[in-house]
């Protein structure tokens, strides 16, 4: 008998899921929808689609657990940290990584979230 949780993924395809679900951690990445703009632009829609994807999943910015995040310039730091600071619930604040990475075409932050949820949606 098998006793793992069931792995639950929302929006497959054959390279990716959107979201993977597993025993009550929901993990996804975010990356701009817009790459176009400037990284603060991009560093806003993400958090904004972050938003998004919490609210589809019926949790929200208290229940994340891990942010990693990778931006295509360290120099874009300061940046970040003032969004996120204005972003991130206080005292709720998740673990949280930056690193600078080779991030494709015009990316200039891409995001891996883990967030508690209490049940796949549906």
């Avoid at 689609?49 to 609210?55: E, K, N, V």
């Avoid at 949790?59 to 204005?86: C, F, K, M, P």
């Amino acid at each position: 008998m098998n006793t793992t949780p069931a792995i639950h993924r929302l929006g497959s395809n054959p390279r990716w899921s959107d979201v993977v679900i597993h025993n009550g951690v929901a993990r996804w990445v975010e990356v701009a929808e817009d790459t176009t703009k400037d990284a603060p632009s991009q560093i806003r829609q993400i958090l904004d689609q972050i938003d998004s994807t919490l609210a589809s999943l019926q949790t929200g910015r208290s229940q994340l657990l891990e942010v990693v995040i990778h931006l295509a310039e360290i120099g874009y730091l300061q940046d970040l940290n003032s969004i996120w600071d204005g972003w991130i619930i206080p005292n709720h604040a998740p673990v949280r990584a930056c690193v600078q990475s080779v991030l494709g075409g015009t990316c200039l932050a891409e995001f891996i979230i883990h967030a508690a949820v209490s049940a796949p949606p549906g």
